[in-house]
């Protein structure tokens, strides 16, 4: 009987995992430009703001340089949300130098 209450503890904490939103990055892409990525798990309901999340991930990783977010490229996928094609949004930027520093 415990074999089969910890064989389900795993397989829900597995569950529960698989449904967690990730970010990946930021990543070097070049010089000054970084790739960052946010995924929405399992059972996405496709109304997650993914793209605002990630934007304000890069901008607090610019601005702990003292610098802010030049946006290069910008991608959403579109769907539809199965067989792990979860709502991702990806952003290709720079941290540059803020516009009123002269």
Request: aromatic share 8%; with cysteine.
């Amino acid at each position: 009987m415990q074999f089969k209450n910890i064989t389900y503890a795993l397989a829900l904490i597995s569950l529960l995992t698989g449904c967690a939103t990730t970010t990946t990055g930021p990543m070097p892409a070049g010089k000054n430009t970084y790739v960052m990525s946010r995924q929405e798990g399992a059972f996405p309901s496709g109304n997650e703001p993914l793209m605002a999340e990630v934007l304000a991930e890069a901008s607090v990783f610019c601005s702990n340089q003292d610098k802010e977010v030049k946006l290069i490229n910008s991608n959403e996928n579109s769907g539809p949300y199965i067989l792990g094609n979860y709502p991702k949004a990806t952003i290709t930027f720079s941290c540059i130098e803020p516009s009123g520093s002269n």
